[in-house]
């Protein structure tokens, strides 16, 4: 968590090897994958912010096709098998699972909407089920009603996943977080939900947007 800017995107796409750090490494079972998102790749998906996915105009490809298409990239890298009635059956799934109503199925992808792109993102990353999923502000574009159902779906994944998540409203992910870091101005802290839901640490992190209202520590959302 953090505000705009603090650097929550370029973590995750360091995760990933997108980035390599000036210092440091990363490291997945003791395996070595800094900057190199080919390796990361075997252990982890990585479903991008979607603020900038906005063309209506672009590679003519449905919602179905896309998501057979990342399987079959994702079984090809590693090296895995699937019949094609299991392939349907994991890609009906994972459509089902994140709410994508049947009647898009077979629409391009072009004409959804922002919340359904961010499902159909987390849909791909479903089917290619690696143990690590990274979900950079996987809420943004998702109505009040539609984040519960993201929440539920993250905490469902993080039974046997581990589920790294960037998000805004510290609401909606914090209770259901093993552990929280908090990223701002060149500082940041890493702790459990308790310690760092705290208006002094809060404060140092978000500046004034962070308030607190009796029991309650709101953070004014600038984002969008
Ligand atoms: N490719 C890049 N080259 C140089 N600077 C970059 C690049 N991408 C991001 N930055 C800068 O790095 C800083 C952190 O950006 P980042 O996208 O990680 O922030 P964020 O925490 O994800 O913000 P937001 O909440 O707006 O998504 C910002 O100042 C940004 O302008
Ligand atoms: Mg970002």
Redesign the pocket.
């Known amino acids: 968590m953090?505000?705009?800017?603090?650097?929550?995107?370029?973590?995750l796409k360091t995760l990933i090897g997108f980035i390599k750090p000036h210092t440091g490494s990363i490291y997945v079972n003791k395996i070595d994958v800094t900057g190199n998102s080919e390796l990361a790749g075997v252990f982890m998906d990585y479903v991008p912010?979607l603020t900038g996915f906005t063309s209506t105009t672009g590679f003519p490809i449905t919602v179905w096709e896309f998501i057979e298409f990342s399987l079959v990239m994702h079984l090809k890298k590693m090296k895995l098998k699937m019949d094609k009635s299991e392939m349907q059956k994991t890609i009906r799934e994972a459509l089902n699972i994140v709410g994508i109503d049947k009647s898009l199925w077979h629409k391009s992808i072009w004409r959804l909407s922002g919340g359904e792109k961010q499902r159909l993102f987390i849909a791909r990353a479903l089917v290619n089920n690696q143990p690590i999923i990274l979900l950079?502000?996987p809420l943004s574009s998702i109505d009040p009603e539609g984040r519960m159902d993201i929440t539920n779906i993250v905490s469902n994944l993080k039974k046997d996943k581990i589920i790294i998540i960037?998000c805004?409203d510290p609401e909606i992910f914090l209770p259901i977080s093993d552990n929280v870091v908090l990223?701002g101005k060149g500082i940041y802290y890493i702790g459990k939900h308790k310690e760092t839901f705290n208006i002094n640490i809060l404060e140092r992190i978000y500046g004034k947007s962070a308030i607190k209202l009796k029991d309650h520590i709101h953070i004014y959302d600038h984002?969008n």
């Open positions: 953090g505000p705009n800017g603090a650097g929550k995107t370029t973590f912010q950079d502000e960037t805004h990223f984002h």
